[in-house]
């Protein structure tokens, strides 16, 4: 199989997907050991040109390792007003700092958190763990064991990101804040 006539197998198993969808499981479906992860990642490439120029309201973008359907940034507005979402998801201060304090030194304890923002973080933390946004991701062998905490692919892709190096140096995140 070309990789011309893959692009439509390869549009509707992303499209079918629950979750970002991997070029090297794309290449385990399509059983093709002709087909690349690179030509795979060149078809979605095609697809997103052809989605542009016919002004189509969707993308496909690389999200969390793979690849997912989202719609066009530029019609985030009509999607909050279709589905009345207006500031619902919609993180406080705190929580970002919280987050961002995960994010940067993950894996993190709970004291070590509380030690970095001098507040208890205990409320902020369940939050974030019923947003999926963070995880426990073991326990840090010290007495007590303490749980320890990272971000979540949810995470990333509510941040747009396909990892954490693409997180923003700290100084450039204080040159924002000041």
């Not at 990642?41 to 993308?59: K, P, S």
Request: avoid cysteine; proline fraction near 4%; charge should be negative.
């Amino acid at each position: 199989m070309d990789i011309q006539d893959a692009k439509p197998v390869i549009e509707a198993l992303i499209f079918s997907a629950r979750e970002p969808l991997t070029a090297k499981r794309i290449r385990e479906i399509l059983g093709e050991e002709a087909v690349k992860e690179k030509d795979i990642e060149e078809a979605v490439r095609f697809l997103n040109e052809e989605y542009e120029r016919d002004q189509r309201g969707f993308r496909i973008f690389y999200l969390n390792g793979g690849f997912e359907f989202r719609t066009s940034p530029e019609f985030g507005r009509f999607i909050e007003e279709l589905y009345n979402m207006k500031k619902t998801f919609r993180l406080s201060k705190s929580v970002l700092e919280t987050l961002a304090i995960i994010a940067y030194n993950q894996p993190v304890t709970r004291v070590e958190i509380e030690m970095i923002r001098s507040v208890n973080v205990s409320y902020i933390l369940n939050k974030l763990l019923e947003l999926e946004l963070i995880k426990v991701v073991g326990q840090k062998e010290t007495p007590g064991r303490p749980l320890l905490y990272g971000t979540t692919g949810k995470f990333l892709e509510y941040f747009g990101m396909n990892s954490l190096e693409e997180l923003p140096e700290i100084s450039d995140v204080k040159k924002m804040i000041e």
